[in-house]
């Protein structure tokens, strides 16, 4: 028989030391520097923002919250239900033919958000006789992903062709997808599309791709899969987000019709999940309009992104070479990365803090969004203020 003394919740009738173990791992996440808090953002434009993934600018363009009341007036608040219930509206139907035609894919489908995608396409698309070959840089919903599958996963290195070969050719399952993203989050440094698919079609296997921060930047904004000459492949699967370059919320898988209705029957975070809210869809499919009519929008956030590069650089401190809207500057050490970026938000520039566990180089950093609508007056100031602000082991001596 048990004693009170072998109880680890002894001594609490109400069991209020069930998670004392949390106070522990709060402190020493405080003391490394990892501690994060929820700020929430103004309701107008009272900072420069450069931390957000706005990348085109549009979630404040009155063409798209236009859209989403009139939606949100038409359809109601919210979808009501799964998509295969109530949660489906004409919107949610244009958007992904729009979206398809525009990405040169025959069939789209839209998830609540880009992370639910990701899940419910690894989970869907794997299981028994499958291996997931995946980057080491990969998102965390795809990470996530494959843990859901249960699948058999093998990580290689961030951008190893040679890697992605060795277990193709060596793998002992019948099945295989390769998993990446296009363009990296942390540093924006692009995947090698056309060499992956060419990978995956000598031995015989799938590629998945996350897009999301390719959709609206990438080439005319169709994204870096279709850049890369793989629109509409049979064998490429794409994720997208709707929460980036199009300003609003929401996921979207594109690839051919079997793979759409292979997922609209067995992926469950579509199948079991609410559907997207009409007022965003609305959003979306408005800000996807404004791309197409203005081709040249997605290079203007890529040139942003290379000045801001440049002269951050030029200024000695340690900035990516972007591929697309991302720029990254490291820092010396988590709390100097956190330091750095309240520094700049005090002086009205509002940056991304990234840390571990959120960078797989365990390498902190500023991330920086280059906006395709920043004025040549709001990039100096920028650039001025996160140089100024800058912690001294940051600059190159």
């Known amino acids: ?197 060419a990978a995956c079609r000598d031995h015989g296997a799938g590629l998945v791709v996350d897009d999301a921060h390719g959709l609206g930047v990438i080439g005319n904004g169709a994204g870096a899969v279709t850049a890369a000459g793989l629109a509409g492949a049979p064998d490429v699967v794409v994720t997208t987000t709707l929460s980036k370059s199009l300003g609003a919320q929401g996921g979207a898988v594109l690839a051919s019709p079997r793979v759409i209705a292979h997922l609209v029957d067995t992926a469950r975070s579509f199948i079991f999940d609410t559907g997207l809210a009409p007022s965003t869809v609305g959003a979306a499919l408005a800000a996807l309009r404004i791309i197409r009519a203005d081709p040249a929008l997605p290079g203007r956030s890529r040139a942003v992104a290379r000045e801001l590069a440049e002269r951050l650089a030029a200024a000695g401190l340690s900035s990516s070479t972007p591929s697309a809207a991302v720029v990254s500057v490291r820092a010396p050490s988590p709390t100097s990365a956190v330091e750095w970026s309240q520094q700049c938000r005090a002086e009205g520039v509002a940056v991304g803090c990234f840390r571990p566990p959120s960078v797989p180089d365990r390498v902190s950093r500023l991330r920086l969004t280059a906006r395709a609508d920043l004025t040549p007056a709001e990039i100096t100031t920028a650039v001025d203020v996160i140089t100024r602000t800058a912690p001294p082991a940051a600059v190159a001596h």
Do not use: Q
């Not at 791992?25 to 931390?51: F, H």
């Open 1 to 197: 028989m048990s004693t009170g003394a072998e109880d680890p919740l002894a001594g609490s009738s109400t069991g209020t030391a069930t998670f004392d173990w949390l106070d522990t791992r709060s402190a020493a996440r405080a003391k490394a520097g990892l501690s994060r808090t929820l700020r929430p953002r103004p309701e107008s434009a009272t900072v420069l923002d450069l931390a957000s993934n706005d990348y085109l600018g549009l979630t404040r363009d009155p063409r798209v919250t236009r859209a989403a009341a009139d939606a949100a007036l038409r359809w109601g608040a919210g979808a009501t239900g799964s998509r295969l219930v109530t949660g489906t509206t004409e919107l949610h139907a244009e958007l992904e033919a729009e979206l398809a035609e525009f990405c040169g894919f025959p069939a789209a489908l839209v998830f609540s958000t880009g992370y639910a995608a990701n899940l419910g396409v690894l989970a869907a698309l794997s299981g028994p006789g499958t291996v997931l070959i995946t980057d080491e840089y990969n998102h965390a919903s795809l990470i996530d992903g494959a843990r859901l599958s249960r699948t058999e996963t093998v990580v290689v290195p961030h951008r190893d062709v040679s890697a992605f070969r060795d277990v193709l050719a060596n793998r002992t399952r019948k099945r295989a997808l390769v998993v990446t993203d296009s363009v990296f989050s942390v540093d924006g440094d692009l995947a090698p599309l056309s060499a992956l698919a």
